[in-house]
């Protein structure tokens, strides 16, 4: 059953279509996981984050509309709940599969680069997806364009960075050898990926301020009051400098939905409801343009109300199980989950799972001994 799970985990990008949307191949081990796994009282967090969603996306229906998403995200914590179970039962299963998961995205991205380069045809890169649009192409890397924005075993570069990241902190906490730390962050770079970029930038600051004994996750928290402060300042600079077309667009459209937001005491409070990818390709929804950002999709559909009561078990889960991480791990975590809410907003996406699951890893290595006392004759 391990097998089954982390075989089917394994694929991120393929999904199952029944009519009423895409159900990914990993959900078809739910059935069988209850039976392998070992649950802990914390871990009842996530069970509870179920069946809150459940709760708030039928009960508030009236003032905050129902989607399908929402019952992609009630299966998605049931997954999560037991495949930290999984985890928690056989921790040399999960750090196997780690290794094992890493190095298959490794050789499938090298294997991508070389076909491109060599004039490949596309569909031969792309064949380990069908969650993406039919029309998408990997792009070239914009500081090397004879490399590409390989994908690796998701659907695009930065999902595939993300994952990356996310595997730098599960190498820290398995102790992996330097080498392996330094391929895995050579790759991020010759990805091609912004976010990417961004995080090899922050993760040596990272690195200064846990050597200082200071917290990142503080400075992140002013960071962010400032830019929403000052939005409307840096949009005159960007528009004045006539340059930085694309983060204009970001910022302006970040601050856009931001006044939307605020527009309307119910939608503040409870949100105005999930949008689809395919709604947000085609416009068919109401309200501003909603970005792919945690707020745009989570904060934006449940309100600042709904977002408390649904995120709080999560958050709590989080904070109980990462308490035996260093410092230097907690700044890189803090990091890595803010740059992927930002770039990848939807909870739903696999790397979110994984992260948990080596949060799971972590808890079980820093679990206290038990002190046992022999009878003396």
Same mark, same amino acid.
């Given at each position: 059953m391990y097998f089954v799970f982390y075989f089917l985990s394994?694929?991120?990008?393929?999904?199952?279509?029944?009519?009423?949307g895409n159900v990914p191949?990993?959900?078809?081990?739910?059935?069988?996981?209850?039976?392998?796994?070992?649950?802990k009282k914390v871990?009842?967090?996530?069970?509870?984050?179920s069946a809150a969603h459940l709760i708030y996306s039928f009960g508030f229906a009236e003032v905050r509309p129902f989607a399908l998403i929402d019952l992609s995200y009630i299966l998605g914590y049931v997954y999560i709940f037991l495949g930290v179970g999984v985890v928690r039962k056989n921790p040399r299963a999960f750090r196997i599969f780690v290794m094992v998961?890493?190095?298959?995205?490794?050789?499938?991205?090298?294997?991508?680069?070389?076909?491109?380069?060599?004039g490949g045809s596309q569909d031969w890169v792309l064949a380990h997806e069908n969650t993406h649009d039919l029309s998408y192409t990997i792009p070239s890397v914009e500081l090397f364009p004879f490399l590409y924005r390989v994908t690796g075993l998701f659907i695009e570069s930065a999902p595939f960075v993300i994952y990356l990241m996310i595997t730098h902190l599960a190498f820290s906490i398995m102790k992996v050898s330097k080498?392996?730390?330094?391929?895995? %962050?050579?790759?991020?770079? *010759?990805?091609?990926?912004? !976010? =990417?970029?961004?995080? @090899?930038?922050?993760?040596?600051g990272s690195y200064v301020l846990?050597? %200082?004994?200071?917290?990142? *996750?503080?400075?992140?928290? !002013? =960071?962010?009051?400032? @830019?929403l402060i000052f939005a409307p300042v840096l949009l005159d600079l960007?528009?004045?400098?006539?340059s930085f077309g694309s983060l204009w667009v970001r910022l302006n459209s970040f601050y856009e939905i931001v006044l939307g937001f605020s527009s309307g005491i119910y939608g503040l409070l409870f949100g105005y409801g999930f949008v689809s990818s395919a709604q947000l390709i085609s416009g068919d929804f109401d309200g501003p343009m909603r970005g792919i950002d945690f707020f745009s999709t989570f904060i934006y559909a449940n309100g600042v109300l709904g977002s408390l009561i649904l995120l709080s078990p999560l958050v709590l889960w989080v904070f109980r199980n990462a308490r035996g991480f260093t410092l230097v791990q907690k700044n890189s975590s803090s990091l890595i989950l803010f740059l992927a809410l930002l770039t990848m907003g939807s909870l739903l996406n696999f790397q979110y799972a994984y992260y948990?699951?080596?949060?799971?890893?972590?808890?079980?290595?820093?679990?206290?001994?038990?002190i046992r006392f022999k009878e003396v004759d």
């Open positions: 394994g694929f991120p990008a393929l999904a199952l279509n029944f009519g009423l191949v990993r959900y078809l081990a739910l059935p069988l996981l209850a039976f392998f796994t070992q649950i871990d009842l967090l996530l069970l509870f984050c998961f890493w190095c298959l995205n490794i050789f499938y991205a090298v294997y991508q680069d070389v076909v491109l380069m060599l080498w392996l730390k330094w391929i895995n %962050l050579f790759i991020i770079f *010759l990805a091609g990926a912004k !976010v =990417g970029y961004l995080f @090899l930038l922050l993760l040596g846990s050597k %200082l004994g200071l917290k990142l *996750l503080k400075f992140m928290m !002013v =960071g962010i009051s400032l @830019l960007i528009v004045e400098a006539n948990l699951f080596v949060i799971a890893f972590s808890s079980g290595c820093h679990e206290p001994e038990r």
